[in-house]
């Protein structure tokens, strides 16, 4: 196997065509080491886009390497047009030490746009957006839920601008949030002027294949509708719709027990109906949780161990239009 080169900055419009492979340092650790993330980098021969691809910007948060690996696996350089560039971990502390939060534990996806004089995890984070996302015309940034939790296939979006509409619809998702800026990455990069979506894609600490093939799938969409490959885009299934949703927010508990949620993933709920039950060790019911509004379940616990103010589900507000 080829040695891969290492670099400081990634310089898109200096690279020839073709299929690069990178290590970027960011920062170093304390015996001086370099900390590096890795680069998958596709140039066909004719201009274009470029559409940047990050993942594992949370440690545990798997599906999205596998996504991108498998994209990139499938890219056709002679029928490329633009590049692609694809981050499969870009949180390389929290990656190695299986954990969501950065090496400071702080999280990343917090500190965004982060600072070059600040500490750790924000000199990190702004070098990942100066050194590799300030380059890319669209960003999609993959992600799943955190511990504890589980989440739909869904889509994070500023639908109120139309390409980033147009970005979070083709991928086809079961549901689809409007979110405006955040201080996540995605905001740090559309305050760049790129046009960037977030895509919630299942379970952390593991790959599911279902979950990894409709990302790719979406992915494709982007690559076509933008013009950097020919085909044809994947509508969605007409017997199930991407729900749009104007908000949302998670409903919490107000003491500890044992959690038991009652509604899956994608579920309509009506307002007043039972969603939960907290009890206590002896298996005394402690509380019984209604769902406040109508609406679907976009995500939830599976963790029965719950600490005063845990998460129960996260609920959807669906768009009237």
């Not at 559309?190 to 799938?217: C, K």
């Not at 379940?297 to 998460?311: A, C, E, L, M």
Request: aromatic letters at 6%; charged letters at 15%; glycine letters at 10%.
């Amino acid at each position: 196997m080829p040695s891969i080169p290492t670099i400081h900055n990634l310089q898109v419009a200096s690279l020839p065509p073709g299929h690069h492979r990178f290590w970027l340092t960011l920062v170093s650790d304390g015996l001086s080491r370099s900390v590096q993330i890795p680069l998958l980098v596709s140039k066909g021969q004719k201009e274009g886009p470029v559409l940047g691809i990050t993942a594992v910007v949370h440690g545990n948060e798997l599906n999205g390497l596998a996504a991108i690996r498998q994209l990139f696996q499938q890219l056709d350089l002679s029928q490329l047009r633009g590049t692609v560039v694809g981050v499969p971990v870009a949180n390389t502390p929290g990656f190695l030490r299986g954990t969501r939060r950065f090496s400071d534990d702080m999280d990343l996806n917090r500190v965004m746009p982060g600072a070059e004089d600040g500490y750790e995890s924000q000199v990190y984070a702004a070098r990942l957006l100066n050194r590799v996302v300030n380059q890319f015309d669209y960003l999609l940034d993959l992600h799943t839920a955190s511990f504890g939790r589980i989440n739909s296939f869904y889509v994070r979006a500023n639908l109120n601008d139309p390409t980033t509409a147009v970005l979070a619809h083709l991928q086809n998702a079961d549901i689809i949030l409007h979110k405006e800026l955040d201080g996540t990455l995605r905001s740090a990069a559309a305050e760049l002027g790129i046009y960037a979506i977030t895509i919630e894609m299942g379970n952390p600490y593991r790959f599911q294949r279902s979950m990894v093939q409709a990302a790719v799938g979406g992915l494709r969409n982007v690559l076509i509708h933008f013009g950097l490959t020919p085909g044809e885009i994947t509508p969605p299934d007409p017997t199930a719709p991407p729900v749009v949703c104007d908000r949302s927010y998670w409903l919490y508990t107000e003491q500890g027990g044992i959690l038991e949620v009652y509604p899956s993933l994608t579920t309509r709920v009506a307002a007043g109906e039972p969603v939960a039950r907290l009890s206590n060790v002896f298996g005394d019911v402690l509380q019984e949780y209604t769902a406040p509004e109508s609406g679907i379940v976009i995500g939830r616990s599976i963790n029965p161990v719950n600490q005063t103010g845990g998460r129960i589900l996260h609920l959807g507000l669906i768009s009237a239009e």
